[in-house]
């Protein structure tokens, strides 16, 4: 029983396989945060629940309520009635007025998981093994006649908690949601470091790490999506936490519209974790008898460092998150042409690189952006989802019938969200743009954005999505959504409801992914937006697969991939072979190590293949027959992090074990060559250490400028995995940039 409650000591003790989460009540009713960290056996700890300290200097009272709320570790704090750290939940009552106060009534614990309506979350998952129980804590503010239902899931092996509440109005009069987070974590300050992923477009989810201060530091997207530059995940490390040791406390939002993620270092020295939905832009009216549901936070705490942080993370998403049939599927290996024709493409050109790219083993045509209403350019035809039959001679089951003829799979890409000024539907609908009256909208790539809010806008392009997609046979979609939300308001909903628009959006979207995936239950969904700005954890639970970034460089995508692998299994990262020079860089690397790079991903080529020199295209042949050797070990393995280019080494390495250590796939980027460089000590990991390995490395073999000889690969041979985790092994030097090595391991 992975859940359960001491009456004695009004205590919950929630534990997974390594880590213990503890609630305690308070004898005032007030539901406090006593423990997570390592698994406890047997202690209780119910006096880290902190009751009875006196409150600041010229207080007495301990108890007092104002001093009180201000120390004592919370697990849902409220406002208005003082606690002046970061609060959780913002009520106002029918007068307007901020105040909130919630007292524990009653508990339920239950095995597996209950849905979040309308929302994305986590469930038990038929393959899982390991027990997943929910604790559901029933809360009360007896003033203003509301409830809060905490919930939290355990998933015992992964070790994970997962956190939502259930926000109910029961009174007679209407109450209003300021402000309502999915998890708060009161922790002591350990010296605390801040890890986020931040970026912008061509460089989404970097790596950065901060000493955490007094007062709030918060990461956070006002765009009405995920965004390229700010990312709902954070974690909580202390200085000597790297890949293998120390405390890390994680929070990811599965959500994908505007967040909160916070740190706040108090005057008590204790860090408050929060996430939620972002509060500056966000308003709900509860009407009488009306529930709101938060999103759902995942937690997950490590004691053996960053490494074991991701690998809890990975496997959660993979046994309880992804639906998709095409989780542990081997995904078609695809070229799509956006880099290779951007909008400068018909049917003859399309089965051109069809015709090249089946004698090399791709498997599946992406026809990207331009193939419907008059779109020639970015500036127009956004929600006249037909096709366009100068360009697509013949229309589109005659374009299919030929791909498939070829030997290839077919998908296309839509952006449903999006509608042109220069549009059909918008000469015919322009109140369905999201816009505030009086004012101009405004132009973002020449679009604006569709109103998700309404029914009938979502039904009308959901119509032509489906009709498109019944029309011929298509195995795959892009859902691409191109730039930030602005002029968040419409023309339906009361002024008191303005403010919910940017949620209802969000929920808009999930309901239309929710319909496509259902109608459409084999499709290979991918999610993108502008490459990967809506890239989170609420988007896996429809698509399996989302573009990680538009730019495909190597050496970008090895601080892009290594952001996203932190939080993300690699199964769900978009990643391309591009063209040299690289569009986004002007970068001009190796054929084979951008190969090497992509394999990380799902795996596919994005480049005219009609156009690349003879000997890209022949090494083409031997890509594709690795990423079918390899997928799986890539796919489902665990992840090992060894060396990142991200903390100034000159080189990466990275790699994926098989669950049964019987065989691992390490990649190794020598980024900058140094002069008089020697062999470098690499130490793997995860490997199993009384297994004898044999290696086998997969690389171009490199002639020495000084004499043109051929250099051996030195690493291949047969190891324990104990020297080649504890000694390490030898990669060799190579002389020039962006060299790339992969080493195969075949446990005897
Ligand atoms: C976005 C996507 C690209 C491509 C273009 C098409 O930028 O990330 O991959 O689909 O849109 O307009």
New binding site residues.
Partial sequence: MSICFDDNKKIFKLDTQRTTYMIGLTQEGYVGHVYYGARLESACAAHLLRTGEPPFTPGVLPSEKAAFLDTLPMEYPTGGVSGYRETALELLNELGQNGCELFYRSYTIEEGKPELEGLPSSFKGAAADGEVMTLRLLLEDPVLNVTVELRYSVFEKEDVITRSAVITNAADKTRTIRKAYSACLDLDNEDMELITLTGA?GRERHIERQKVRHGRTYVGSTRGYTSHQEHPFIALVTPETTQKTGSAYAMHFVYSGNFRAQAELSQWDNVRMTMGIDPDRFTWVLDPGCSFAVPECVLTYSECGLGRMSRNLHDFYRNHMIRSPWLHRERPILI?N??AT??NFDTEKLLSIVREAKKCGIEMLVM???WFGHRNL?DSSLGDWYVNEEKIKGGLKYLTEEVNKIGLKFGI?F?PEAISPDSDLFRAHPDWALQISGREGTLS?GQYVLDYSRKEVRDAIYDMISGILRSANIDYV?W?M?RSISDIGNLVLPPERQQEISHRYVLGVYELQERLTKDFPDLLLEN?????ARFDPGMIYYSPQI?C??DMDSVERLRIQEGTELAYPLSVMGAHVCCAPNHTTGRILPFETRGHVALSGTFGY?LDITKIPDEDREMIQAQTQQYHQFHSLIADGDYYRIHSWNDEQPYDCWGTVAKDGSEALFTYVQVLAKPNQHSKKIRLDGLDPQGVYELRTYGSETKNPMNGEIMAHIEDGVYTGEELMKAGILAGAVPGDYRSRLWHLVRK
């Fill in positions: 477009w799509n956006w880099e951007y909008f990207d952006d331009g970015d890409w952006e790539r892009k691409d191109n993108c937006a502008g490459g990967g573009w970034s538009d994005e």
